[in-house]
């Protein structure tokens, strides 16, 4: 799963420098980069796990939640957003509720794959 969060961590860096990047120079926000910031604890968690086989675990229980956090905010806010744009509100710019809808897909993703990984540690242990 150190891996898996790497890679993670990697694509939400990425989707929050371009969100921020796509922004105009009037409308450019710090909260563009809350996809990076997660991303950047799920590289850290990583090499947390990396490092201590011990903390490997902790570090990737810690990750799943915060895939639970980013799945839970990206469509607790991008799709409301969306609803109201697709309703014909003008405030609402679509690239926030894309990027949001984005992120809340990715970390849907994470932590499928991290219960799954669970799931089946928790096996192998049962059966060895």
Known sequence: MARISLIFGSLLIALGVVAFLLAGATAKSITALIPAFIGLILLLLSAIARKSQAANKHAMHVAALLGLIGTLGGFGMGIPKL????????SIVLRAPVVQ???GILCAMFLVMCVRSFIA???ARLAA
Do not use: Q, S, V
């Open 83 to 90: 609803i109201k744009y697709l309703g014909g509100d003008e």
């Open 101 to 103: 809808i984005t992120m």
């Open 121 to 123: 540690a928790r096996r």
